[in-house]
């Protein structure tokens, strides 16, 4: 697995409106390379679109972003590649028809034709082999996921795994290729105190490492940068919960996060329009 170089990001003013209504707006925060950034909020408010726009998977439409110094809307593809996905539900999901080795080989082969430089494929068979297996090791040991610890090893199906294992799973997946940008959704789904627990201590190790992380979650953990949605699909970030290795400020005033969602003419689209921007996601 290369060395992750984290990238900064910042957002002012960011936000998507589709044609039926907002998806996400009013983001603003600034976040240092290396950051666990935790976009907090219920399901529906948005977040799943904040994170694909902020890693190049959606076109935003109101503001502006940079992320590793690339400046969004414009740039999706350049942000693309130093960026990686989690699981993502409709996006980057793990197939559970699958196992586990399968998953990883796949991810090899995938690596190989997209990724890898022109010098490894001068190397032997053998020596390809044996380094894509470093990579995969790497990459396991860096989600903490055991594969000995698994019900059938590496033959272990996705559908067999519990929801802790699968999540350290794609981790470990969108690790290999050494991203600057790793971006987790819903990473408190379903899980209990001491998986949401061992959750965030997998992806703080993450960012420690030196990787910028990106993860939805109902409610962000401490030492965390906060992005919080609220009514109204108004975003703000607060750092309240930061480990002072971040910088953020409120991109509304506190009467605009406050307000009542019933009082915005497009709340009532806005299911419709993040539906819209998931399905867009793929073209992006």
Do not use: Y
């Amino acid at each position: 697995m290369d060395s992750p170089l984290g990238v900064a990001l910042s957002a002012e003013d960011f936000g998507l409106k589709g044609p039926r209504g907002w998806a996400f707006r009013g983001v603003g925060f600034s976040a240092r390379p290396g950051s666990l950034i935790a976009i907090e909020g219920d399901s529906g408010s948005g977040r799943t679109c904040l994170l694909l726009a902020l890693t190049g998977r959606m076109r935003s439409t109101h503001g502006h972003a940079e992320v590793g110094g690339v400046r969004l809307p414009g740039r999706l593809a350049a942000v693309r590649r130093f960026s990686a996905l989690g699981p993502v539900a409709g996006v980057s999901e793990l197939d559970p028809s699958l196992t586990v080795g399968e998953h990883l080989r796949e991810r090899t082969l995938l690596r190989r034709r997209f990724d890898d430089s022109f010098r490894s494929l001068l190397l032997s068979r053998a020596r390809r082999t044996a380094a894509a297996k470093d990579v995969a090791d790497a990459a396991l040991d860096a989600a903490g996921l055991d594969l000995a610890d698994l019900p059938k090893s590496e033959r272990t199906q996705v559908r067999d795994l519990e929801r802790l294992a699968a999540l350290r799973l794609s981790v470990a997946l969108a690790l290999t290729n050494g991203p600057g940008l790793l971006a987790v959704d819903d990473t408190d789904l379903g899980l209990g105190a001491t998986d949401r627990a061992s959750a965030w201590e997998l992806l703080r190790s993450v960012a420690a490492a030196g990787t910028t992380v990106l993860a939805v979650c109902t409610e962000a953990p401490e030492g965390s940068l906060a992005v919080r949605s609220r009514p109204g699909n108004v975003m703000t970030a607060a750092d309240g919960r930061t480990a002072g290795t971040t910088d953020a400020s409120d991109s509304t005033d506190a009467d605009a996060a406050d307000a009542d969602p019933d009082a915005d003419p497009d709340a009532d689209d806005n299911e419709k329009g993040k539906a819209d921007a998931i399905a867009e996601a793929g073209r992006a």
